[in-house]
């Protein structure tokens, strides 16, 4: 594997951890992100910051998003700007080395499908989003294949409701849920029968790492988008009794509203491609991964309310 990688949103769930797995690995990595510490603080959107960033590295990992569809609808201006604008000036700074040409790999999101109309749904489905935030990931992927075109060696990555530490987004579904139900507070569920593929963090970063790997090699040609998803559907009722029962604490009431208008109301995907081209396969169940969260939930209960 190369030995400099910068990740943009170097501060974020998956950005976060993905430092401490290269890291490990012996990878010095350089962060940029908005809220990062002086020397890797800075938005993806200022070109002049993200050239210095790029100079000297081998690859970049692009995590850097407004990354929740709710803010998306929210503020779609900001919420293109970021996602397309700063990917374009990665793209453009990745292309514009002159000792080198470092690889790219672009989050994308199972947003990019809408509404699929088969189950499970493979990375070759017609991409129909339908919001903000998913039209602007499908942009994000046609820069990406522009950059292709023009000898960057760039790949797509598409997540799938990624889960799995307590430093997450706290209106997220799952720590959502996993905090509540360590509390005994009311678990809110708007569209109970929405069905989606959680995967474990854990899972997610193998992945990636995995695919930094390929690109690394250097020996073919970039791989087609590539899914990090579990295959295996769970609706949000579900995950929120599940929640109450491995919380083992005073049932919380379980509060069903109606979906929101501009969410997806089901996905789960086919992971088979991610196990031919990387030899990746999801190791972390939904019940064992949300059984952890719960357990640091409370860990972190316990550490916060100590005199």
């Not at 996602?83 to 453009?92: A, D, M, S």
């Not at 489905?125 to 942009?139: H, M, Q, T």
């Not at 208008?261 to 972390?284: C, E, K, Q, T």
């Amino acid at each position: 594997m190369n030995s400099r990688i910068l990740i943009t949103g170097s501060e974020g769930l998956v950005g976060s951890a993905l430092r401490v797995a290269l890291e490990a690995r012996g990878i010095d990595v350089v962060g940029l992100d908005l809220r990062g510490p002086r020397g890797e603080d800075g938005d993806v959107r200022d070109a002049r910051r993200v050239r210095a960033a790029v100079a000297g590295c081998h690859g970049i990992v692009h995590l850097a998003a407004v990354s929740r569809v709710v803010w998306g609808e929210h503020d779609p201006e900001g919420c293109w700007d970021t996602n397309v604008g700063g990917l374009h000036t990665v793209v453009e700074a990745a292309g514009g080395q002159s000792a080198w040409r470092p690889w790219l790999v672009f989050a994308s999101s199972r947003e990019v499908y809408g509404q699929p109309g088969r189950l499970p749904v493979t990375e070759d489905a017609p991409l129909r989003p339908v919001n903000v935030y998913g039209r602007s990931k499908v942009e994000g992927e046609r820069l990406v294949e522009a950059a292709r075109g023009k000898g960057v060696r760039a790949a797509v990555v598409r997540l799938s409701n990624v889960y799995g530490s307590t430093r997450d987004h706290a209106d997220r579904v799952v720590p959502a849920f996993a905090r509540a139900a360590v509390r005994g507070g009311d678990l809110r569920v708007e569209g109970e029968a929405h069905t989606f593929d959680f995967t474990h963090l854990n899972d997610t970063i193998r992945g990636i790492v995995a695919l930094i790997d390929l690109l690394s090699k250097g020996q073919a040609p970039p791989p087609p988008p590539v899914h990090l998803l579990t295959g295996r559907p769970c609706t949000l009722g579900r995950l929120a009794t599940l929640a109450v029962d491995l919380a083992e604490t005073e049932t919380p009431p379980i509060l069903r509203a109606p979906p929101r208008a501009f969410d997806v109301s089901r996905f789960y995907g086919n992971p088979a491609r991610a196990r031919s081209l990387l030899g990746w396969i999801p190791r972390v169940g939904l019940r064992q991964g949300l059984g952890r969260l719960i357990r640091d939930f409370r860990q972190k209960e316990i550490e916060e309310t100590a005199p």
